[in-house]
């Protein structure tokens, strides 16, 4: 065998251990949605307790109600447009979008989300609302943490600087609206940018 | 001792040398996904299945998932090992 045969062993060893450890088909551009759909969300939410006559919120509240909906729909959104742009590239990458790879990353991925989802809940019966947002993004970080290890690297670094943000946000809950806003809304967009980016120069 | 001696005869095959990058990063994988990834006939895997078997470098278990037979390859330590020896033997070869 030449040198150049042997080149080509080594690059197809590398390609077939990612492809089949890691799912890296992730769309930068559903980063992105999901970033301009938190902002959306935010606006709506702050422009609902500015409305309210109120400077605090009350958990049983129609005003509450209405924030857990905004929230819901933030999140289904930006599950739809994920699953949407990620099932282009997919085929456009020849990856299956539903193979053991994926399957991994999203178990994953749930596992640190739903616990810190139903702790939330938990603590928001208990009438404690003030680190909700912390938690979130906490929770949210650890999450990406741990579905990093099945899919590209960026996803490290945002779940990072998630548990960053939400840690500064424990220490100060008045801005946790506002760290909410950078970590949700304009993390996603920045990183997903840099995703994309990257996307279009390979 | 050459390099050339750490130089696996049995991964000087595509197919051989796939099976192996595939089962050293994944716990397991079964015939589907094997042949899903890479690209190639079931006769053609099978074949190159038996032979890393035959020399104990990959584990044959055959289960029932419900009422279909499924059959889970990993790799053995001794695979494991040889591989790791093939791929340093490749750095060094191409390193000269």
Known sequence: MS?????????????????????????????????????????????????SGREYLILDGKIFRLILLDLFLIAFFSVITAIFLTTRKARKNGENIWDASSRRLIINFLIPLVAGGIYILIILNQQKYGQTAALMLIFYGLALINASKYSIGHVRYLGITEIILGLICALVPGYGFWLWVIGFGIMHILYGSIMFVQEKKT | MGIIDNINKLFDHRIRLGI???????????????KELLNVTDGNLASHLKALEKEAYILVEKQFIGRKPNTRYSATRIGKAEFKKHIEALEKLLKK
């Open chain 2, 20 to 34: 192996m990058s595939i089962l050293v990063v994944n716990e397991s994988a079964d015939f589907n996904r094997l």
């Open chain 1, 3 to 51: 040198e150049q045969d042997y080149l080509n062993d080594i690059s197809e060893i590398k390609d077939l251990m990612n492809r089949s450890s890691r799912f890296i088909s992730l769309s930068g551009l559903s980063g992105i949605f999901a970033g301009i759909y938190a902002l959306i969300g935010s606006a709506v939410a702050y422009w609902l307790v500015a409305n």
